[in-house]
Nanobody
């Protein structure tokens, strides 16, 4: 059974920080690229960040570069997203879908329930 469990979301003030975690099971985690995507309320999915299987090549959308940091711990089957200097436009449900490296960019193999991040005063 494939499971993706996102956690660490919540209500935070602008300028605050939080760390999202995504723990995976049911597939060979260390063979997969991992991503963070988000869906703001009433909008479509937005690609945020990605990291290669070994964890030494992170990628970021221009809108979050400098504020977000992606990392992974393959021994724990977990990928993280550290978010600093939160802005109201970061409000969204955050997902951590994996991609088999043999699949094209933009194809995601599994989905969890997501973690809600709300940035408000």
């Amino acid at each position: 059974q494939v499971q993706l469990v996102e956690s660490g979301g919540g209500l935070v003030q602008p300028g605050g920080s939080l760390r999202l975690s995504c723990t995976a099971s049911g597939f060979t985690f260390s063979n997969y690229w991992m991503y963070w995507l988000r869906q703001p309320p009433g909008k479509g999915l937005e690609w945020v960040s990605g990291i290669n299987p070994s964890g030494d090549s992170p990628y970021y959308a221009s809108s979050v570069r400098g504020r977000f940091t992606i990392s992974r711990d393959n021994a724990k089957n977990t990928v993280y997203l550290q978010i600093d200097n939160l802005k109201s436009e970061d409000t969204a449900v955050y997902y951590c879908p994996p991609r088999d490296p043999r699949s094209p960019v933009g194809h995601y193999d599994y989905w969890g329930q997501g973690a809600q991040v709300t940035v408000s005063s």
